[in-house]
């Protein structure tokens, strides 16, 4: 579907083919937005995007990754409209998971990238606050992992003051406290911090 030199750049040990690969996969989906006016002749392509999203999610290299989180903003917003919104949730809900690790980077910009997909996401009518809301409120597994806490936090916190927590019952303050509450013993104080300011947000 991509071609041979596409999807060699996209497993290259160099970074930049990489990115390149995603670029042109960015490209290819511009161009196909011209002419595939049907939405039912767009899902194959969404769909093989969507796996190939989710293995650059697990870039470690910054500058795939942020290549990888316009490319699935453009795949949403853009090229994919029109599509069933039960297909576009389908498409992306197994790289959610990826996404979500990644506000656990002790790179700021990667985090910020990361917050704001989110939030895009959650203001499109083909994802919606509900389906995010459904991965953003899981519960940290270990509050070992102080970065993860923190990022998770500030996540919840940008979320609250992006759209309040009355718009969806998948997002309120019972979704949302368990995932704060532990925060609040753990020793860091970066972290407690945080916590506390999401507490403040909710009530």
């Known amino acids: 579907m991509f071609g041979d030199a596409i999807i060699k750049k996209l497993s290259s040990e160099k970074w930049n083919d990489r990115e390149e690969a995603l670029q042109s996969i960015d490209g290819r989906l511009r161009q196909e937005a011209k002419v595939a006016a049907e939405m039912s002749d767009r899902l194959p392509l969404f769909n093989a995007c969507c796996c190939i999203v989710r293995a650059a999610m697990n870039d470690k290299v910054a500058p795939v990754y942020f ?35 990644r506000t656990g980077e002790s790179n700021q910009r990667v985090l910020e990238s990361t917050c704001t997909l989110f939030l895009s996401l959650a203001r499109l009518q083909n994802v919606g606050l509900e389906f995010v809301a459904g991965y953003i409120t899981k519960p940290v597994k270990t509050m070992r992992k102080l ?23 998948a997002f309120s303050a019972e979704t949302v406290m368990p995932v704060v509450v532990p925060a609040l013993e753990v020793a860091d104080e970066k972290v407690r911090k945080m916590a506390v300011r999401v507490v403040t947000d909710v009530y």
Not at 88 to 97: K, N
Not at 148 to 166: C, H, S, T, Y
Request: hydrophobic share 50%.
């Open 67 to 101: 290549e990888a989180c316009k490319l699935l903003e453009y795949m949403i917003s853009e090229y994919g409209k029109d599509l069933p919104a039960d297909e576009v949730r389908a498409g992306i809900a197994p790289l959610m998971t990826s996404m979500l690790g």
């Open 147 to 169: 970065r993860l806490v923190w990022g998770r936090l500030d996540l919840l916190r940008r979320a609250i003051v992006a759209f309040g927590l009355k718009r969806s019952a």
